[in-house]
C-alpha cells in the first residue's frame, strides 16, 4: 500500500485514541480541574498549541486525485489550499510580481506572502508545513521513549535487586554518553529517515524520566494501600497498573510537555549537520543561513522558519510552565 | 565519607567498562567494517583495496570471538586501546588522533573558560536580584524575559549574533581563531556573547527558583526576627544555602569546558575540539568519533564522581553527618 | 509599678481568600508589662501564631496587617521605618521559634549564628562577640558551650537548638520574649527542662514573656495571665487562677473539661461537638454558636462584646453576659 495511506490511517488512529483518551480522562474530576485551570492561566498559548497542531493534522492527511484530473503525487489538504503548481523558477520578495535577481515575471505574481526560495518553493506553504515535522519529532519521539522509561524505571523501582541494579547500570552507561554525539552516531547508522531520527532520538531521549519513574516508583512502593494490596495478595502487575503507574500519569504529562520544546529545538541542530527530518524548519533555516551574506540580503525564508520555531517553542515552554505548576504534587494533594 | 568515594570511583569504573561496550556495539555492529572503508576509501573501491584499508585500520579481526587465538579480536582491540588512550589513526586522514585532541582542546577552553565563568557570574548576580524583588513586577519580567530567551534556538543566535554584530556593525570578525592572546579576543567575543544569551534564560529560571526556595524557608524568618536586613538575608544566608544545588550543577559542567561546543566552534571557526568532531561526522570518520564519545564519557563520569564529593564539602550535614 | 512591654489594640491581619480578604487576626487586644508572662492560647488556625509574628512585622505575604496599634517597649511598631524597625527586632522583641531544627540555618555553626544576633545589635569585635555567645549558652544551659559554638545545627539534639535559638533571642536583651510554641516539638522531658529555662530568664532579667501555646498543662507551669483564642478573636482573658481554676466563656470550659489526665478513668472523654471553622468561613454572630452548649436566641446574630468580670477577668459571650446581668 502507498505510504500517504498508511499515514492516514495512522492519523486517523491516533486522533482515534485521543479522543477516547480526552473522553476516559474527563470522568475524572482532577484532571477536569486541571484542564480547566490550564485554559484558564494560558489561553493564548495552548490557542497557538492547538493552531499548530491543526496544521499539522492538514499536511497529514493526503491523497491522490481522480485519474485523469489533477497531479499524480499524493496531495495533503495544506498543500491543497495553495494553488496547483504554485512554483516558481528563483527567488522572490513577499508579495512580489517579478522574481528578486533577474526580474523575470512570476506565474503566481503577488500571490506569495512570505516569498520563494531558491527552488521557487512558496515560502509560507514550507513553514506552515514544517508544523507537521515539529509535532512529529516532538510526538512520535515521546510516544517512543515515554513507554520505555516507564516500562524500565517502573520495573526497576518495583522489583528491586539484580533489575534494579541493571537498570541502573544501563541508565548510567547511557546517561554518561553526550547525546548529541550519540545521536549523530545512531543516525548515521540507522538512516536518515524520519522515523529513523524519531527512534535516535527515542532511545536518547528516554532516561532521565526513567530515573524519576524509578524515584517515584520506589515511593509509591512503600505507600499503605500498595502495602495493604499486596499484602491482600493482589497481584503484582495489577498493583503496578492500577496502582503504581495512575500515579505516574501526571509527571508523564509533565515530561512530554517539557521535552517537547527540547525534542524539536535537538531536530534543529541535527538539520544544521545534514541529519534532520526533511522539510522541518531546521532544514530551512539551515539552508538560508547562507543567504543572508547575499547581496541585496534574502531575509524572508529565514525569518519564516525562525518564526514559525519560536513561535511553536514558546507556546509549548508556556504550556510546559502552566501545566507543571498544575500537575505539582503539593499543589495536587492540596486540591485533593 | 572515604568509603561513599571508594564506592563511587568503583561505579564509575563500571560505567566506563559498559560505556566501552555500548560504543564497541554502536560502532562495529550496526555498520559493517566493509560499510565503514567503502565510506573511507570510495563507493566503487575494489575488495581488495578494501580488505587493506581494513587490514591497516584493524578492521580485519573478527568481533568477538577469534577461534585461532583467543583475545585477538576487535572487542578486546577496542578495549586494550580506549583504556591504555592508544587511539591510533583517523579513518578519514589517517592522522593520530591523541595528538589532534591535545591541539583542539585548548582553543576549546580558550572560550569555554570565559564562557562558563562570566555565565555564572551573570547568571547568579541577575537571579539574586530578580529573587530580591520576588513577586514584585521586576521578577514577573524577568521570567518572561527568561522564558523568551529559552525559546529561541541556538542556531538563531548564531546567525542573528554573527548578522548583527559582524557583519552589520563590523564589531567582530565573523569567524575564525588566533592563538595570539590581543588577537583571540577579537574572535572569541562573538562565541561568548551568543553563549551567554543561549545559556542566560535556563540559567536565571533555575537558579531564582533556588533562591526562592530558600527564601521561603524558617531559618529566614529567624534571620529576619534577629534584626538582619533582607540584603543581608540574601547575600549571606540564601546565596549560602543555596550554593548547595548550584554547586552540583556547576560542577557537572566544568568536563565540558574542555570538549567545547559543536555548534559554536563550527560556526566561529575555532579549531577545538567541537569542530574536529564536527569534522569527523562530516567525513564519517568512526574512528575519531568513537574515541571522542569515549573521552566525552569519562569526563562526564569524573564530573559526577566530583560533583558528589564536592556536595560533601559543601554541606555540612554530609560532612559531618 | 512595671512599665509596659507589650500594648496591643485592635490588631487586624488579613489574608486573601476565595471571597476576598479574611481577617485570620481580628481585632485582639493584649497587654503585657515587665516580667509578666501572658499566654495566648488556643488550638491550630486560631490565629495565635499571627498574632505572634505580626508584634515584629513578620506576616507573610501575601498577609497584611491590616488595623490596629502595637507598641512594644514605649515604639509605635507599625509606623516604625525599616532601619528601626530591624533595631527593634532583636533589642526590643525577640522572637523564638517552634521547629528548632529548620529555624536554624543549617549551613552555619549555631556559634555564628549568635553573633550574628550580638554584632547586629552591638558595636563589639569578633573576639569579644564570641565570648559573649559562649556566656550565652551556658547562660541557657548547653553544657560545654565553647566547643558547642562551633557545632553545626544538625549535630544538636532537639533539646539543645531550641536552647541555641533562646540564646540567640535572649543576645541583644531584649525586654519581650516572644514564643511560638517553643517546646511542641521537643520530647516532654525536655519540654519541663525549656519551660524551666524560660522561668529562670525571666526571673533573672525581669523580660517579659508572651507565650503562643495549645497546650493548657504548660499554660498551668508558666503564665501569669492567660489570653484565650477562638477563630481569630480573644474569647476569654484573665489571671491563670481565674481562666483556668474559674472559666466562664463555654469554649475555655470546654477546653479545659476535654483534658484526658482530668477526666475520671473509663468515662467517656468530654468532647467539644463539631470542628474549627476554617479563615472565611466565620459563622455569623458568635463564631462559636454552633458548638456551643449554652447558645441561645442573640447568639447566632450578634458578636458579643467584652463582659467584665471580677479581678480583671473578661470573657466574651451572650451567655455570661446574661448571667452578669441578672
Known amino acids: 500500500m502507498p505510504l500517504h495511506i498508511w499515514i492516514n490511517g495512522a492519523v486517523a488512529l491516533f486522533v482515534l485514541g485521543a479522543a477516547v483518551a480526552t473522553w476516559r480522562l474527563r470522568r475524572n474530576a482532577l484532571w477536569r480541574e486541571a484542564g480547566r485551570e490550564l485554559w484558564r492561566r494560558r489561553p493564548l498559548a495552548l490557542a497557538f498549541v492547538a493552531l499548530y497542531s491543526a496544521l499539522a493534522l492538514c499536511d497529514s492527511i493526503s491523497w491522490i486525485d481522480a485519474e485523469g484530473t489533477g497531479v499524480r503525487e499524493p496531495r495533503s489538504l495544506l498543500v491543497r489550499a495553495f494553488p496547483v503548481d504554485f512554483q516558481e523558477a528563483s527567488y522572490s520578495a513577499p508579495l512580489a510580481d517579478v522574481e528578486f535577481y533577474g526580474g523575470q515575471p512570476l506565474q503566481h505574481p503577488g500571490a506569495h506572502w512570505l516569498g520563494t526560495d531558491i527552488l521557487g518553493r512558496d515560502v509560507l506553504l514550507q513553514a506552515l508545513r514544517g508544523a507537521r515535522v515539529a509535532l512529529l519529532v516532538g510526538g512520535l519521539t515521546s510516544l517512543i521513549a515515554i513507554p520505555l522509561a516507564l516500562l524500565f524505571g517502573v520495573a526497576a523501582g518495583y522489583r528491586g535487586g539484580w533489575l534494579d541494579d541493571l537498570v541502573l547500570f544501563l541508565i548510567s552507561v547511557l546517561f554518561a554518553m553526550p547525546g548529541l554525539l550519540l545521536l549523530i552516531a545512531l543516525i548515521m547508522a540507522l538512516g536518515r529517515g524520519p522515523v529513523q531520527v524519531c527512534v535516535a532520538l527515542g532511545v536518547t531521549g528516554w532516561v532521565s524520566f526513567a530515573r524519576l519513574a524509578r524515584g517515584e516508583t520506589l515511593k509509591l512502593r512503600e505507600l499503605d494501600y500498595v502495602q495493604a494490596a499486596r499484602a491482600l495478595g493482589v497481584s503484582e502487575l495489577r498493583i503496578i497498573v492500577r496502582h503504581v503507574v495512575p500515579n505516574l500519569m501526571h509527571l508523564v504529562v509533565i515530561t512530554f510537555v517539557l521535552m517537547f520544546s527540547s525534542l524539536v529545538l535537538t531536530e534543529a541542530v541535527l538539520a544544521w549537520l545534514g541529519l534532520g527530518i526533511d522539510g522541518s524548519w531546521g532544514q530551512m533555516i539551515d539552508r538560508a543561513r547562507d543567504e543572508l551574506s547575499r547581496d541585496p540580503i534574502i531575509w524572508w525564508n529565514l525569518t519564516a522558519a525562525s518564526a514559525a520555531l519560536f513561535g511553536l517553542i514558546l507556546a509549548v515552554n508556556l504550556v510546559g510552565d502552566a501545566v507543571r505548576d498544575i500537575l505539582d504534587p503539593r499543589t495536587l494533594r492540596e486540591r485533593a | ?321 | 509599678m512595671s512599665e509596659r512591654v507589650l500594648e496591643v489594640e485592635g490588631l487586624v491581619v488579613t489574608f486573601p481568600g476565595d471571597t476576598g480578604r479574611t481577617a485570620v487576626v481580628d481585632h485582639v487586644d493584649l497587654t503585657l508589662d515587665a516580667g509578666e508572662a501572658l499566654a495566648l492560647v488556643g488550638e491550630s488556625g486560631c490565629g495565635k501564631s499571627m498574632t505572634a509574628l505580626s508584634l515584629l512585622r513578620l506576616v507573610p505575604k501575601p498577609g497584611r496587617i491590616e488595623a490596629g496599634r502595637i507598641q512594644i517597649a514605649g515604639q509605635d511598631v507599625l509606623t516604625l521605618p525599616i532601619p528601626a524597625l530591624r533595631s527593634l527586632r532583636g533589642r526590643g522583641a525577640a522572637m523564638v521559634f517552634q521547629e528548632p531544627m529548620t529555624s536554624l540555618n543549617p549551613v552555619l555553626t549555631v556559634g555564628a549564628q549568635v553573633v550574628e544576633a550580638i554584632r547586629l545589635h552591638e558595636r563589639v569585635g569578633a573576639n569579644a562577640a564570641r565570648r559573649r555567645a559562649a556566656e550565652l549558652f551556658a547562660h541557657v544551659g548547653i553544657p560545654d558551650p565553647e566547643a558547642r559554638l562551633d557545632a553545626y545545627p544538625h549535630q544538636l539534639s532537639g533539646g539543645m537548638k531550641q536552647r541555641a535559638m533562646i540564646a540567640i533571642a535572649l543576645a541583644a536583651r531584649p525586654k519581650l520574649l516572644i514564643a511560638d510554641e517553643p517546646t511542641t516539638a521537643l520530647d516532654v522531658t525536655i519540654q519541663a527542662q525549656i519551660l524551666d529555662l524560660l522561668r529562670d530568664l525571666r526571673r533573672d532579667s525581669g523580660m517579659a514573656l508572651l507565650l503562643i501555646t495549645h497546650d493548657l498543662g504548660i499554660v498551668n507551669e508558666v503564665a501569669d495571665r492567660v489570653a484565650v483564642m477562638y477563630a481569630g478573636q480573644l474569647v476569654e482573658t484573665g489571671s491563670r487562677e481565674l481562666v483556668l481554676g474559674a472559666a466562664r466563656h463555654p469554649y475555655t470550659q470546654g477546653l479545659l473539661r476535654s483534658i484526658p489526665a482530668l477526666a475520671p478513668r473509663g468515662a467517656r472523654l468530654s468532647e467539644i461537638p463539631g470542628s474549627v471553622p476554617s479563615a472565611g468561613a466565620w459563622p455569623s454572630g458568635c463564631r462559636f454558636h454552633p458548638r456551643c452548649p449554652r447558645a441561645f436566641e442573640p447568639c447566632p446574630r450578634i458578636d458579643p462584646g467584652w463582659t467584665e468580670l471580677r479581678a480583671g477577668q473578661r470573657a466574651r459571650c451572650h451567655a455570661v453576659a446574661k448571667e452578669e446581668a441578672s
Open chain 2, 1 to 321: 565519607m572515604l568509603a561513599y568515594l571508594a564506592r563511587r570511583l568503583a561505579w564509575g569504573v563500571v560505567t566506563v567498562i559498559g560505556v566501552l561496550l555500548f560504543l564497541f556495539v554502536l560502532f562495529f555492529t550496526l555498520a559493517t567494517p566493509d560499510d565503514i572503508a567503502r565510506k573511507a576509501v570510495g563507493e566503487k573501491a575494489p575488495q581488495a583495496v578494501l580488505d587493506q584499508w581494513k587490514l591497516n585500520h584493524g578492521y580485519d579481526k573478527p568481533r568477538f570471538w577469534n577461534p585461532e587465538s583467543p583475545g585477538d579480536t576487535m572487542l578486546a582491540e577496542h578495549f586494550r586501546r580506549m583504556l591504555t588512550f592508544d587511539f591510533g589513526n583517523s579513518d578519514a586522514d589517517d592522522t593520530p588522533i591523541g595528538a589532534r585532541l591535545r591541539s583542539g582542546a585548548g582553543p576549546s577552553l580558550a572560550f569555554t573558560l570565559p564562557l562558563f565563568v562570566a555565565g555564572l557570574a551573570l547568571g547568579i548576580s541577575l537571579s539574586l536580584f530578580v529573587a530580591f524583588f520576588r513577586d514584585t513586577y521586576i521578577d514577573r519580567m524577568g521570567t518572561v524575559l527568561a522564558v523568551l530567551a529559552m525559546s529561541v534556538s541556538m542556531l538563531l543566535y548564531i546567525i542573528g549574533v554573527q548578522f548583527l554584530l559582524g557583519k552589520l556593525l563590523r564589531w567582530f570578525p565573523i569567524s575564525g581563531f588566533d592563538y595570539s592572546p590581543d588577537v583571540m579576543i577579537r574572535f572569541l567575543a562573538m562565541p561568548v556573547i551568543v553563549g551567554l544569551l543561549a545559556g542566560i534564560g535556563g540559567d536565571l529560571r533555575f537558579f531564582r527558583t533556588v533562591f526562592v526556595e530558600e527564601s521561603g524557608r524558617d531559618y529566614v524568618r529567624t534571620a529576619r526576627a534577629k534584626g538582619c536586613g533582607e540584603g543581608r538575608i540574601m547575600g549571606r544566608h540564601v546565596l549560602r544555602n543555596s550554593l548547595i544545588p548550584i554547586l552540583t550543577n556547576v560542577v557537572m559542567a566544568i568536563p565540558f569546558l574542555f570538549t567545547g561546543s559543536l555548534l559554536l566552534e563550527s560556526f566561529f571557526g575555532i579549531p577545538g575540539l567541537g569542530s574536529i568532531t564536527v569534522d569527523a561526522v562530516n567525513a564519517n570518520d568512526f574512528a575519531t568519533l568513537r574515541v571522542v564519545v569515549y573521552i566525552d564519557s569519562l569526563l562526564f563520569i569524573a564530573g559526577q564522581i566530583a560533583t558528589d564529593f564536592s556536595y560533601t564539602l559543601a554541606d555540612p550535614r554530609v560532612r559531618f553527618g
